[in-house]
């Protein structure tokens, strides 16, 4: 029986001479294993649909191992993306973190919109890099590790200023961070800018500038709770780190 759907190449595998193994995932189906015979070859019809980073519409059938792709409509290649180291390894990472988290055959639409909507967002020019830290926020109920970022994790005060508190899990008052000697130090920009990320409607995303300062406490803060809770350590983010050093003073 063929199968149709939308669906994201988020990771490819050559296979033989002349094939691929592409990991899809999909609107309709979630995370699927297919194998593209004859991807590897420059006319083949499945080339260019079978390209990391591509979305598209698929024809496939599925069974209890991989499936087998025998049609593809390539819509987005995401063009500027490939185009832009910076913009290339912000999205491979996004990819790298829905295939880490993703269980194999369950859908999810909810997640599926999101990274279409960041990935179509980095394709256009928006900052590469806090639309990756939208991505981070937005996915931490589905890791299960969902912080407190609309009041104080401990007493509920709603008012601020907070500091943020990677033991307490989530933002924390002045006067319950006075004992917890390893808060992280936050201006009240950083928080509200938190808060909205968990709460954005990824779809009306319009253009970003926030300041160094800013950009380096989202980061210290995203990077020390996914270090502490999500037990994710993908080469991508080192990439990234690594880049992130190399860039040219502003």
């Not at 913009?87 to 639409?109: C, E, F, G, T, W």
């Not at 270090?227 to 991508?236: F, I, M, N, R, V």
């Amino acid at each position: 029986m063929l199968n149709q759907a939308e669906g994201i190449v988020i990771r490819t595998t050559d296979y033989g001479e002349t094939n691929k193994i592409i990991t899809l995932f999909t609107r309709e189906y979630g995370k699927i294993g297919l194998m593209a015979r004859g991807a590897k070859k420059p006319r083949s019809k499945l080339a260019g649909a079978a390209q990391p980073l591509t979305y598209g519409h698929y024809l496939f059938t599925k069974g209890k191992g991989l499936g087998n792709l025998y049609q593809a409509d390539p819509e987005n290649p995401f063009k500027f993306i490939k185009s832009d180291i910076y913009k290339m390894a912000y999205a491979s990472y996004i990819v790298d973190l829905v295939d880490k988290m993703a269980a194999q055959d369950a859908r999810n639409p909810y997640l599926f919109e999101l990274v279409l909507e960041i990935l179509r967002d980095i394709d256009e020019g928006i900052h590469p890099q806090v639309l990756s830290f939208i991505f981070e926020v937005k996915i931490l109920p589905l890791l299960g590790i969902d912080p407190e970022l609309d009041r104080c994790a401990r007493c509920g005060d709603e008012r601020g200023p907070f500091q943020f508190s990677v033991s307490a899990g989530g933002f924390l008052c002045s006067r319950c961070a006075s004992g917890d000697e390893r808060a992280i130090s936050i201006a009240p920009a950083t928080a509200k800018l938190l808060r909205l990320f968990k709460h954005l409607d990824v779809r009306r995303i319009g253009r970003i500038n926030l300041k160094e300062q800013t950009i380096h406490e989202i980061k210290k803060v995203l990077d020390a709770y996914y270090d502490a809770y999500s037990g994710l350590h993908l080469k991508t983010k080192a990439f990234i780190e690594q880049l992130e050093t190399m860039k040219p003073e502003p």
